[in-house]
Structure formats: C-alpha cells, structure tokens
C-alpha cells in the first residue's frame, strides 16, 4: 500500500506544478511594483506566523502524554484553548479595531511566544495558562492580519482586484508549503536530532520572533475606528448591529462557522476514519498530502479570482457541495464496502477511498480561505472588521468545544455525516447570499444610519 501513498503525494505535486507553470494571460494580473513590494513583504510575515503555528501541531498532544496527562486532561487543555479563543480571543481580537491591527499583530506573537515558552513545564496549572495564550493568539491571527492587510491596501490605493492575489499566494504558501516544509522540519528537529518533542516550540518561537521584527520595522498602523469616544462595548454593539441589520454579513458568519466547525471536526477524525482496526498508515506523509492538495486548492482560487467573469459567491456553491459529498464517504463506505476485520496491517480499501476523499475536501479547503477572505473583504465595514471577524469565531469555538467533549460518545459515521449536513447547508445558505448581494447592488447598506442609531456620528466604510 505504500506504492497508493506515493502515487496519489505524486500526482498531486505534479498537477500542482502544471496549474502553477501553466498560468496565461488570463490567469494572471497585472500589478505595480508598489504593490509586489508590499504583497511580498506581507507574505513573508504571514509565512513566518503560519510556521510559528504550523511547527506546534504535530506535537502538541504527544507532549502532554509525554508528560503523563491522560486523554481526559489532554481534552481539557485543547477545550481550554478553544474557549479562550472564543472569550478573551472575541475580547483582544475587537480591540485591533479601536488601538490598531499592527498592534494587534504584535500582540500576537508576543502571546504565542509565552505559550510556547510554557510548554516547557510539566506543570498542568502552567500548560494551561499556554492553552489560554494560545487560544487568544488563534483568534488574533485568523483576524488581525486580515485587518490589517485589507485597511492597508485600500489606504495605499491598489486595486480591489489585486486583493485576490495576496489572499491566494497566502493560503497557498502559508497554509500549504510552509505547512509541509514545517512538519518535516518539526520531524528532524524533535526526532531525526533527538533535541525532543519541545524543540519544535522553542523553533516556533524564533519564527514568530522574526515575524514580529519585521513588522515592527516595516509595517505602518491602521485602525477601523481611531475616535476616542468609543468604548469595547460600543464597539461590540456596533458589530452586533452590523450582522443584524445586513443579512449578507450575517450569511456570511454563517457560512464560515458551519465549513470551519466542518473542517476542525475533520482534523480530529481523519486519523480514526483511516485506521479503525489500528492500520499501520503514515501519519506525517499523509498529513503533508493533505496539504499539498490545500496548495492545489489555493491554486485553484487564484485562477477563479483573477477572472472578473466569475463570481466568487457563485463558485462557492459549487465547492461547498463538493465538500458535503467528501465528508459523506465515510458513511457510504461504511454501507457499501465491506469492512476489514484484521487488526494492523495496512490501509483497507474503504480507507483509500476516504483518502482520496479527503484530499478532495483539503482541495476545497485551498479554495475556501482565499475565497472568503475576499468575501469578507467585500461584506465586513472596515470600521469593526476584526470584532465582526471574531464574532464569527464564537459559533465556531463553541461547536469545537462541544464536538471536543462527546469525541466518543458518537460513532464517526454519525459525526461525519453531520458534517456532510453542516456544509450542504453552507451551500445553500451560499446560494442565497449570492442572491441577496446581487438584490443589494443598487442599494448599498446604510452604514451612516446604522452609527447614528448606536449614537455614533462618522459613517462606516462599508
């Protein structure tokens, strides 16, 4: 079975190779050098932030069990995590609005940093507080450094359009290659050297160190809203306002929370759905397969998002159900293939079909993060961006912790085929975003009307 493992990583990075070489005219953009200099240096950052996270995952569990702490506290610290990120992530996160997202970006690698430096204590009391930075870290890094990003390029003046770029070249490089280049090298480090399953936090560390120097040194201060009169909780109440009064904005964090609480609930299962009789399958190869089919998926995106023709909210559909069916297969081949009853060995024909599958929704996965940060882009005023972005994140956190805490209290079949409900759902709630952004042309929000009911004065930039 080792030849099925080579032959589908191969053809994977051979077709993500032609789709990058075999880019025309059509697919590419047409930029400043202004532009490249700041996508670049924004890219550079990302990358470094992406393996300050990526470096981590594949250790995390096995160190806490290296520590002693059975599979209940090792579930405890993960919900803490998740409900840090839901609590003080929302709390930290909306405050990039009003003190500024460079700020918050700074904040982020700080908080990272002293999570990572904690894992350096068998102490649960100690591991828990890093739980609980890194959670806050989590909300800031899928909020801030979009803020961030999209304030900065619509100060400097760049085309709309060129957006798309940043967000398809990020996902492909920071959640595909540095992903993969970061599990090999977390590999060599704690196992291929001996230095130990905390080293690869201690390298996190000097990444996110690095990030945070450059920009520091680079990197100018945005905000969404500098006035002085505006306190956290005005803010929440104006994000809050936001989703209620526009249904788009509210589609949308909807969308979100049911494919991301879809996708989370994936990573915990995966390893289970491929080897329920204890098969010998090589986690790390497989792990890097996925993400090199994320990479496919990303460069994917970029095609569909330099196309002015297509729609993003009508593509969107189309990946959403793709993605229904992928996670469905676990369930169909549970009825349809006729399970292995041997225990070991290697992976079983059902297994290869859901590896397959799962590739597949990893593909969906590249294009999704491109896509809805356009989306988002599009949709969030500018003004409460980051605290409208960590809204979003509570359905989410609170959907993880829960599936977190019944892991074995339902078959996978059953969990999988909610997510395969769950991200039907996400394409018809897509479809119908699609129509409403379209009714909604000629008549754009009324952000002015919005702030002077939450007794604000300046308008939003919608």
Same mark, same amino acid.
């Given at each position: 079975?080792? &030849?099925?493992?080579?032959?589908?990583?191969?053809?994977?990075?051979?077709?993500?190779?032609?789709?990058?070489?075999?880019? $025309?005219?059509?697919?590419?953009?047409?930029?400043?050098?202004?532009?490249?200099?700041?996508?670049?240096?924004?890219? %550079?950052? @990302?990358?470094?932030?992406?393996?300050?996270? +990526?470096?981590?995952?594949?250790?995390? /569990? *096995?160190? /806490?069990?290296?520590?002693?702490?059975?599979?209940?506290?090792?579930g405890?610290?993960?919900?803490?995590g998740?409900?840090?990120?839901?609590?003080?992530?929302?709390?930290?996160?909306?405050?990039?609005?009003?003190?500024?997202?460079?700020?918050?970006? &700074?904040?982020?690698?700080?908080?990272?940093?002293?999570?990572?430096?904690?894992?350096h204590?068998p102490? @649960?009391?100690v591991?828990?507080?890093?739980?609980?930075?890194?959670?806050i !870290?989590?909300?800031?890094l899928?909020?801030?450094?979009?803020? +961030?990003? %999209?304030?900065e390029?619509?100060?400097?003046?760049?085309?709309?359009? +060129?957006?798309?770029? $940043?967000?398809?070249k990020?996902?492909?490089?920071?959640?595909?290659l540095?992903?993969?280049?970061?599990?090999?090298?977390?590999?060599?480090? !704690?196992?291929?050297?001996?230095?130990?399953?905390?080293?690869?936090?201690?390298?996190?560390?000097?990444?996110?160190?690095?990030?945070?120097?450059?920009i520091?040194?680079?990197?100018?201060?945005?905000?969404?809203?500098?006035?002085?009169?505006? #306190?956290?909780?005005a803010?929440?109440?104006?994000? !809050?306002?936001?989703?209620?009064?526009d249904?788009?904005?509210?589609?949308?964090?909807a969308?979100?929370?049911?494919?991301?609480?879809?996708?989370?609930?994936?990573?915990?299962?995966?390893?289970?759905?491929?080897?329920?009789?204890?098969?010998?399958?090589p986690?790390?190869?497989?792990?890097? $397969?996925?993400?090199?089919?994320?990479?496919?998926?990303?460069?994917i995106?970029?095609? =569909?998002?330099?196309?002015?023709?297509?729609?993003?909210e009508? *593509?969107?559909?189309?990946?959403?159900?793709?993605?229904?069916?992928?996670?469905?297969?676990?369930?169909?081949?549970?009825?349809?293939?006729a399970?292995? $009853?041997?225990?070991?060995?290697?992976?079983?024909?059902?297994?290869?079909?859901?590896?397959?599958?799962?590739?597949?929704?990893?593909?969906? &996965?590249? %294009?999704?993060?491109?896509?809805i940060?356009?989306?988002?882009?599009? *949709?969030?005023?500018?003004?409460?961006?980051?605290?409208?972005?960590?809204?979003?994140?509570?359905?989410?956190n609170?959907?993880?912790?829960?599936? =977190?805490?019944? &892991?074995?209290?339902?078959?996978?079949?059953?969990?999988?085929?909610?997510?395969?409900?769950?991200?039907?759902m996400?394409?018809?709630?897509?479809?119908?975003?699609?129509?409403?952004?379209?009714?909604?042309?000629?008549?754009?929000?009324? +952000?002015?009307?919005?702030?002077?009911? #939450?007794?604000?004065?300046?308008? =939003?930039?919608?």
């Open positions: 079975m080792e &030849v099925f493992y080579y032959v589908v990583f191969g053809g994977l990075a051979m077709v993500v190779a032609l789709l990058e070489l075999s880019k $025309t005219s059509k697919d590419r953009v047409s930029t400043s050098s202004a532009f490249n200099s700041f996508k670049n240096n924004y890219l %550079v950052v @990302y990358s470094l932030m992406m393996a300050g996270d +990526w470096l981590q995952g594949p250790y995390v /569990y *096995y160190l /806490y069990s290296q520590y002693g702490f059975d599979k209940g506290d090792i405890r610290l993960f919900i803490a998740f409900g840090s990120s839901m609590l003080f992530g929302t709390i930290v996160g909306s405050l990039a609005d009003k003190q500024g997202r460079k700020r918050a970006c &700074v904040t982020y690698c700080i908080s990272y940093i002293l999570s990572c430096i904690t894992k204590s102490e @649960y009391k591991l828990m507080v890093g739980r609980i930075l890194g959670g !870290a989590t909300s800031l899928f909020s801030a450094f979009e803020s +961030w990003l %999209v304030a390029h619509n100060k400097r003046g760049f085309d709309p359009q +060129w957006l798309s770029l $940043t967000f398809s990020a996902i492909f490089l920071g959640n595909g540095v992903a993969i280049v970061a599990g090999l090298f977390a590999n060599l480090l !704690a196992d291929n050297l001996g230095f130990g399953p905390v080293a690869p936090f201690d390298a996190a560390a000097c990444f996110l160190a690095i990030g945070m120097a450059i520091l040194s680079s990197w100018t201060e945005n905000y969404g809203d500098p006035s002085e009169n505006k #306190d956290l909780l803010q929440f109440k104006v994000a !809050a306002s936001a989703i209620a009064s249904e788009k904005i509210a589609l949308l964090g969308i979100q929370s049911l494919f991301e609480g879809s996708m989370y609930t994936f990573v915990f299962l995966w390893t289970p759905a491929l080897s329920p009789n204890d098969e010998e399958i986690h790390g190869f497989i792990f890097a $397969t996925f993400m090199l089919s994320s990479m496919l998926g990303s460069s995106a970029s095609r =569909l998002l330099a196309r002015q023709s297509l729609k993003v009508g *593509y969107m559909q189309i990946v959403f159900a793709i993605s229904a069916f992928t996670l469905l297969l676990p369930v169909l081949t549970s009825i349809l293939v399970p292995s $009853t041997v225990k070991g060995g290697g992976i079983s024909l059902g297994g290869c079909i859901q590896l397959i599958g799962f590739c597949t929704f990893e593909a969906c &996965v590249g %294009v999704f993060w491109p896509s940060m356009k989306m988002r882009s599009q *949709y969030i005023p500018e003004e409460a961006r980051s605290t409208i972005m960590n809204f979003f994140r509570i359905p989410l609170i959907f993880v912790c829960v599936v =977190l805490y019944n &892991v074995d209290a339902f078959p996978i079949t059953i969990m999988f085929g909610m997510c395969s409900i769950f991200l039907f996400a394409s018809i709630l897509q479809r119908r975003l699609m129509a409403v952004a379209d009714s909604h042309k000629s008549k754009p929000q009324d +952000w002015s009307a919005l702030k002077e009911r #939450d007794g604000e004065e300046e308008p =939003l930039n919608a």
